[in-house]
């Protein structure tokens, strides 16, 4: 098919969506005459039901566990996914990144970029932390917490060198933690099953305080696993991306 | 006005379907592919969305002040961390696309099977 015959048939594929889609929309409630009874019953009884005052996290952990564990799952998929896909093919030997150019020097880290790396690194770390634990309260949890503390190790690597990275991060202990993640979510929903509860059912104490730290029983766990899963995932992918950049080459002759 | 932010969804799918369907090359496909996504983000926020309402976070404002669809805000939640993750699978296989066919022009890729 040539580029202007692919671009035609789209055009026309084009045209039928909008029209199709103009005429779904005059069916459907204004912006912001939203009509489901789903969302504002959650709101009004999800803080007393659950002790969480952030519904948002209470319908990812609580009410729709069981498809953010689904969710989770793909992003675990994913991260599995790229170490495959990345793995070193045959053809390829890894040796780590050496200078190949003889007549210029490799520029340096500038200390600018090292010292905001590292002046970040902490807070970061505790940022990350304070969300994946503060799903309850506000709008955080454990889906944001976990991409902050990735965000700490990819600031290792800005601050310092791929090794470092690697050492601060080393693969086993990032595949532990992720499938720690990911397997103490599914975990969670299986002790309800035991206590003869349904799966995912929010089993533990709820507090008695709406958006305490130590409130809204499995909600908070939850967060915290998937915080693990999250963080332990990105981590790795982006580790596997900086490997195939800075380590793997085709091998010559 | 009552639809516009519905329509903003059609065009940024549209926009980006233009790019997939006439990309010529992969990390450029996989960008159009994230933006074709955004469209979803727009679409899920602008539906659950209440005129005059807050955030349904009730720490520090009573549980009958009127607040958007919390569903909604949650399947985006979730969304947006997935979408990154599937967008690193796909720039991997775009990198091994390269290495094998030294190409990431998708129109060539078609016509090299393999």
Request: charged share 10%; with cysteine.
């Amino acid at each position: 098919m040539t580029p202007s015959l692919r671009r035609w048939v789209f055009l026309a594929a084009a045209a039928g969506f909008v029209a199709f889609y103009l005429w779904g929309l005059l069916g459907l409630p204004g912006f912001g005459k939203y009509p489901g009874p789903y969302g504002f019953v959650l709101n009004r009884i999800a803080v007393s039901q659950t002790k969480a005052t952030g519904v948002v996290s209470a319908v990812n952990f609580d009410y729709r566990g069981f498809d953010t564990l689904g969710e989770e799952f793909i992003l675990l998929t994913a991260a599995a996914g790229v170490s495959i896909v990345l793995r070193r093919l045959r053809g390829e030997r890894e040796r780590s990144a050496v200078d190949e150019a003889v007549d210029r020097d490799v520029p340096a880290t500038s200390s600018a970029v090292r010292m905001l790396a590292l002046l970040f690194t902490g807070p970061v770390v505790v940022v990350g932390w304070w969300l994946a634990s503060h799903a309850q309260t506000s709008p955080s949890g454990g889906f944001q917490g976990g991409v902050f503390l990735a965000t700490a190790f990819i600031l290792v690597y800005l601050s310092g060198e791929f090794l470092v990275f690697k050492r601060f991060s080393p693969v086993d202990l990032t595949d532990v933690v992720e499938a720690v993640g990911a397997g103490g979510f599914a975990a969670i929903g299986v002790s309800a099953v035991a206590m003869g509860l349904p799966y995912l059912y929010n089993f533990l104490p709820l507090g008695t305080t709406p958006g305490a730290v130590s409130s809204s029983g499995t909600i908070v766990l939850i967060s915290f696993f998937v915080g693990l899963e999250v963080a332990a995932a990105f981590i790795l992918i982006v580790g596997e991306l900086l490997e195939q950049t800075l380590l793997i080459r085709r091998r010559s002759g | 006005m009552q639809y516009f932010p519905f329509v903003v969804v059609a065009w940024i799918l549209g926009v980006g379907l233009y790019g997939i369907v006439t990309s010529r090359h992969l990390v450029h496909l996989i960008m159009c592919l994230i933006v074709v996504q955004s469209s979803t983000y727009v679409l899920l926020l602008g539906v659950g969305y209440v005129t005059g309402a807050v955030a349904p976070y009730f720490y520090d404002i009573g549980v009958h002040t009127p607040a958007v669809d919390p569903v909604v805000q949650a399947l985006a939640l979730t969304d947006v961390v997935v979408e990154a993750a599937v967008t690193a699978l796909l720039l991997a296989f775009a990198v091994q696309a390269h290495k094998r066919f030294g190409t990431l022009d998708p129109q060539e890729l078609v016509s090299l099977k393999g």
